[in-house]
Nanobody, 121 residues
Framework: QVHVVESGGGLVQPGGSLRLSCAAS????????MAWYRQAPGKQRELVAG???????NYADSVKGRFTISRDNAKNTVYLQMNSLKPEDTAVYYC???????????????WGQGTQVTVSS
């Protein structure tokens, strides 16, 4: 069984910064891609940023130049540094990790429980 746990959310003023962390733990053979998604009230969940096991990254246009995704493979952890935050960044942020629990098994997608980010003055 794989556990994915996010941390670092909170309330921040517009223009401020937050750093989210997400750690995968449990029965892990290998962690492949990791990503951050977000879901605002009344909206669909959307991809914010993703990172491959080799470090290749991709970002939603709305966060390019403001957010940075990174990972520590030794700790099975992914980070999201969020700068110049805007009220429209307010959402629940979810971590996604593609994990293989055995070399003989196909990797599976695992979600965290989410962490609230609120940008407001």
């Amino acid at each position: 069984q794989v556990h994915v746990v996010e941390s670092g959310g909170g309330l921040v003023q517009p223009g401020g910064s937050l750093r989210l962390s997400c750690a995968a733990s449990g029965s892990i053979f290998r962690v492949y891609a990791m990503a951050w998604y977000r879901q605002a009230p009344g909206k669909q969940r959307e991809l914010v940023a993703g990172i491959s096991s080799g470090g290749n990254t991709n970002y939603a246009d709305s966060v390019k130049g403001r957010f940075t995704i990174s990972r520590d493979n030794a700790k099975n952890t992914v980070y999201l540094q969020m700068n110049s935050l805007k009220p429209e960044d307010t959402a629940v942020y979810y971590c996604n990790a593609v994990v293989a629990t055995d070399s003989r098994l196909r990797p599976d997608t695992n979600w965290g429980q989410g962490t609230q980010v609120t940008v407001s003055s």
